[in-house]
């Protein structure tokens, strides 16, 4: 079955810096496209960002365009999320989800990373 | 401010029949399928809903879909105590080039 599971998250100062993982298993994770979408604490969903199945697009909110860094390695089954000059506003949960081939249907999702960023 | 319009909040009692509404524009909702999620407390979003009306492996068909122009809804028949859950619009908009989702609807079972 087809299960993701992030990693990375954790307290970090304003202005600071922070990489997630999300291990995939149970699909072919080289052919489809993945996702990074948050929620701050007790508010909706946010999309992040997106990669396409081989790195050749990727496309970003945005609120955190030039700060954060979605990448992938299809070797090792995994994706990325680079994130740089964390704003208090980056605050949330953070999942990955994998996408079904049909644009902006996220058909999986891991339990999610919480980051904090404190001031 | 989401880019996706719904009502914050919706209630019925169980067995009723309620609807969820999900407002967009041309770039997502006019151009592109709906999909549905449910956030059960305390746990990751699950898709529900895609395609506007096509439902995934599992999912009960008391739940159904339907998109037209740039609107969606959501529609739960028979409703069940279990459904208490918040709900979520999305669609790809072709402008922002992202995915973008609704504010969320909270449904509760009197």
């Known amino acids: 079955q087809v299960q993701l599971v992030e990693s990375g998250g954790g307290v970090v100062q304003s202005g600071g810096s922070l990489r997630l993982s999300c291990a995939a298993s149970?699909?072919?994770?080289?052919?489809?496209?993945m996702h990074w979408v948050r929620q701050a604490p007790g508010k909706g969903l946010e999309w992040v960002t997106f990669i396409r199945h081989d790195g050749s697009n990727r496309y970003y909110a945005d609120s955190v365009k030039g700060r954060f860094s979605i990448s992938r390695d299809n070797s090792k089954n995994t994706l990325y999320l680079q994130m740089n000059s964390l704003r208090a506003e980056d605050t949330a949960v953070y999942y990955c989800a994998k996408s079904s081939q049909l644009p902006g249907a996220l058909d999986y999702w891991g339990q999610g990373t919480l980051v904090t960023v404190s001031a | 401010q989401s880019v996706l319009t719904q009502p914050p909040s919706a209630s019925g009692t169980p067995g009723q029949r309620v609807t969820i509404s999900c407002s967009g524009s041309s770039s997502n909702i006019g151009s592109n399928t709906v999909n549905w999620y449910q956030q059960l407390p305390g746990a990751a979003p699950k898709l529900l809903i895609y395609?506007?009306?096509q439902r995934p492996s599992g999912v009960p068909d008391r739940f159904s879909g339907s998109k037209s122009g740039t609107s969606a809804s959501l529609a739960i028949s028979g409703l069940q105590s279990e459904d208490e859950s918040d709900y979520y619009c999305?669609?790809?908009?072709?402008?922002?080039?992202?995915?973008?989702f609704g504010g969320g609807t909270k449904l509760t079972v009197l």
């Open positions: 149970g699909f072919r994770f080289s052919r489809d496209g």
């Open positions: 999305a669609a790809w908009d072709g402008s922002l080039n992202g995915v973008v």
């Open positions: 395609s506007n009306d």
